[in-house]
């Protein structure tokens, strides 16, 4: 499954991963710093608040691509995209 992501608006972008088994389910946002100066991404997985990846990229492109590389990191194999 590739990771679906929605906007509310120019500033927020949320998505959400789940591998074929509903094992794991992932929730991913990006969102805009204050000042408009770089982007805040972070990973979490459903029931564990707590375990968490963060980071920060300079624009809303390269943030979604990190919070997919840290997403790829609980997907057995280390991969985002279509389950085979």
């Given at each position: 499954m590739i990771v679906s992501w929605d906007k509310t608006s120019d500033r927020?972008?949320?998505?959400r991963w789940g591998?074929?088994?509903?094992?794991?389910?992932?929730?991913?946002?990006?969102?805009?710093?204050?000042?408009?100066k770089g982007w805040d991404w972070s990973v979490w997985r459903s029931g564990e608040p707590a375990i968490l990846k963060r980071g920060i990229a300079?624009?809303?492109?390269?943030?979604?691509?990190?919070?997919?590389?840290?997403?790829?990191?609980?997907?057995?194999?280390?991969?985002?995209?279509?389950d085979e």
């Open positions: 927020i972008w949320f998505g591998d074929a088994n509903a094992t794991i389910l992932l929730y991913l946002v990006a969102e805009i710093l204050p000042g408009g300079p624009s809303a492109k390269l943030a979604v691509a990190a919070a997919e590389a840290a997403a790829a990191d609980w997907r057995p194999g280390g991969t985002i995209g279509p």
